[in-house]
């Protein structure tokens, strides 16, 4: 009798023992998944620009949440934030796991999200847009986890495993609820940050950027062409006789005939090509990894563009002409020149052919050639 109570009271400390062990091993992961955590917080709200924010989510929450996949649903109606990303250089076009949707119709639609997360299995008709095409193997659960601030549905966080056990429906989501919720403070912080940078840097009566922005971007562009051994040339456009457009249309024709000059610019140039409204009626292009022959044709394809163009306003029809000056920097091994008076020469030797082709009968194309910049000795 006494050795079958020994044996139980020994059986029963064991299985307490056992207890204890699970339970400290469940603080102790509890207690590194929350240093994890607050670390990776930390460093998101450190990160100063929407481009370092996605880029970080994207590879660093797969780690903290011991992830297979992972994406970022962004709602971006009206392109903005494709636009802050191709000024900061950001390919988000091709970044695996990131999604911008056109409305928030878009996504609440998709699969009825309110304020809670969808959590379960994975639903082709429910998470496939949630999820890269690109991975041959989809996710056997899934969370995904609205993005709110505000009231203002900004994207989602959509979290998947290869394991039908990792997220099912009933299990507690406070963990990503909470994730989430830092992500949508630092993104609405993030895009208002970006929208007052655009709204100093961006002409608003063309929608192109301005002088000021010029001028940042102009060295970090000559700073580039220098690491790549790689030429950048400078187009300075002026549209011509605008005086007489002002005169005989009126300003209003003239505001509207800037805006659409600006538009045929814009789109006859590369994504990270850089227009820059330099004032008046001039503008200034910077073309990355373009020598004298490319720059002198995409000149020449903005030139017959615009000279073919009858700009309609109200019941008149606007005639328009453009006078382009090209100048082209070619980087050297053994050039000492600070940038910034390189970006003063690239510039001024492309207003100076610009003046020469008004000189020459306007509605043309002149060279300046070669930035000519002085060698170390």
């Not at 370092?52 to 929450?61: D, V, Y």
């Not at 639903?123 to 986890?145: H, L």
């Amino acid at each position: 009798m006494g050795l079958s109570l020994e044996q139980d009271i020994t059986t029963d400390l064991r299985v307490l023992e056992s207890h204890l062990d699970g339970m400290l091993n469940r603080v102790q992961h509890n207690s590194l998944t929350l240093k994890r955590l607050q670390s990776f917080e930390m460093r998101l709200l450190g990160l100063s620009s929407l481009a370092e924010m996605i880029e970080f989510i994207l590879g660093e929450a797969k780690a903290l949440f011991d992830l297979d996949v992972i994406s970022l649903c962004l709602i971006d109606a009206k392109n903005e934030i494709a636009g802050y990303l191709e000024v900061d250089n950001y390919n988000y076009r091709d970044r695996e796991g990131l999604f911008l949707a056109s409305s928030e119709w878009q996504l609440r639609h998709s699969f009825g999200l309110s304020d809670q997360p969808f959590l379960g299995s994975y639903q082709t008709t429910v998470c496939e847009k949630f999820f890269s095409e690109s991975n041959q193997q989809k996710p056997a659960s899934v969370v995904i986890a609205p993005l709110i601030r505000r009231d203002r549905y900004l994207g989602s966080l959509n979290l998947g495993s290869y394991h039908n056990e990792r997220f099912m429906q009933g299990m507690a989501t406070d963990f990503v609820e909470h994730i989430a919720s830092v992500i949508s403070i630092c993104l609405e912080n993030n895009l208002n940050v970006e929208t007052m940078r655009r709204t100093s840097l961006v002409d608003p009566l063309t929608g192109v950027n301005n002088r000021r922005f010029l001028e940042q971007r102009i060295e970090e562009e000559l700073d580039r062409s220098q690491r790549n051994r790689e030429p950048l040339s400078c187009l300075f456009l002026d549209i011509d006789f605008f005086k007489r457009i002002n005169d005989g249309f009126g300003h209003q024709a003239g505001d509207h005939v800037l805006a659409v000059v600006a538009g045929i610019i814009k789109k006859l140039l590369r994504n990270n090509d850089v227009l820059a409204r330099y004032g008046g009626e001039e503008f200034v292009a910077l073309l990355s990894q373009s020598d004298e022959s490319t720059a002198s044709e995409i000149a020449e394809r903005i030139r017959l563009s615009i000279a073919n163009l009858q700009v309609e306003y109200g019941e008149q029809s606007v005639p328009v002409t453009i006078s382009i000056g090209v100048a082209t920097y070619q980087p050297s091994r053994s050039q000492k020149k600070p940038v910034a008076e390189i970006a003063l020469q690239l510039v001024q030797t492309a207003d100076a052919a610009l003046y020469e082709a008004k000189r020459k009968g306007r509605n043309r194309i002149e060279n300046g050639g070669l930035v000519l910049v002085v060698e170390s000795v």
